[in-house]
């Protein structure tokens, strides 16, 4: 492990629920993580303003902590979103993500009333009553129109390699006609983003979507941003994220976030270790048994060239006379 993963630096690891939770879950970075959201989606959506549906980490199991860390979203333009943080591998990571995608659509049919309200709440700015909002609810809609969808998109922001995609850091998916390639149905979008595939140096990002990726990926080790940093949203990022400007609340959970971050990683580098050993054990051991074998196989065929029997030959070398018969005369 590298041993810039155990410093602390003068901003947040974002790679932590509570450093991720600063960084784009609480009302004052609203706009930082619609700044994130537009450069990845850029040329596809824009977003002007959203709002959290889900202030809490809504892990389906305890066994979650520590693993998940995400948001649920709405755009004033009726796209759902889910932006997610995923520290390190799980078995059906990319099952567990089709599962996400699929109850934040589900939820769209089942609370039709309170989606509708959210979207007029986003466009007029203000919240609606109960009676103000069933007497501008239309009395009958036909069959079809419940299954409507808004858009879901899924953010998947990923500190590690997941085998089931390509090795490269962006993968987007959608519901495609698997011979044209046609898109099927819009309202289903994945986006993948595997951080240890990411491999620029800040010299070489030349877009902010690069610089935002590049600033996730490494700002935990920085005492201060960079000299080329010098868009607006990164001296929002460098006030929201610094661990000076925490509350004593916010730091005392950062600081047992981090301890349970840097476990984590040892855990993992240990297994690695382990993995590694185990398998350069078995792979002398394979190669010994090997050069064994091979070495058996020349005496023999030395020993047929003294004109030894074929039983001597496997009494001599531990081979069969099988083997003697068909080492000696390949």
Not at 80 to 96: A, C
Not at 112 to 140: A, H, N
């Amino acid at each position: 492990m590298d041993n810039m993963d155990l410093t602390c630096g003068h901003f947040v690891n974002p790679f932590t629920d509570i450093g991720f939770k600063i960084i784009f879950g609480q009302p004052a970075s609203k706009e930082l993580l619609i700044t994130l959201l537009n450069e990845l989606l850029a040329g596809e959506h824009r977003i002007e303003n959203l709002i959290f549906l889900d202030k809490e980490n809504h892990s389906d199991s305890m066994a979650d902590a520590g693993i998940i860390y995400d948001l649920y979203c709405l755009t004033d333009t009726g796209e759902y979103i889910i932006v997610e943080m995923q520290n390190r591998f799980h078995s059906s990571f990319l099952d567990r993500t089709l599962f996400y995608m699929c109850r934040a659509i589900g939820r769209q049919v089942e609370n039709l009333r309170e989606k509708r309200r959210k979207e007029r709440e986003l466009q007029t700015g203000k919240p609606e009553t109960e009676e103000d909002f069933l007497l501008s609810e239309p009395m009958q809609e036909n069959y079809g129109s419940r299954y409507k969808l808004s858009t879901v998109y899924g953010i998947f922001l990923m500190n590690f390699r997941e085998p089931g995609l390509e090795e490269k850091f962006r993968t987007d998916t959608v519901i495609a006609d698997r011979e044209s390639g046609k898109v099927v149905n819009p309202h289903f979008r994945q986006i993948f983003l595997q951080f240890p595939y990411f491999t620029k140096e800040l010299k070489d990002c030349e877009t902010l979507y690069d610089k935002l990726i590049y600033t996730l990926k490494n700002m935990q080790h920085w005492n201060r941003m960079p000299d080329a940093l010098k868009e607006q949203v990164f001296n929002r990022l460098e006030e929201l994220a610094a661990v000076a400007n925490l509350s004593l609340e916010d730091r005392i959970a950062y600081d047992k976030a981090l301890d349970r971050y840097r476990v984590s990683r040892i855990v993992e580098e240990d297994a690695r270790e382990a993995g590694w050993k185990k398998g350069l054990a078995e792979g002398r051991a394979e190669g010994l048994a090997e050069g064994q074998a091979k070495e058996k196989v020349a005496i023999a065929r030395n020993l047929k060239s003294l004109g030894l029997s074929t039983a001597q030959i496997a009494q001599a070398t531990g081979l069969t006379e099988e083997e003697v018969e068909s080492t000696v005369n390949s």
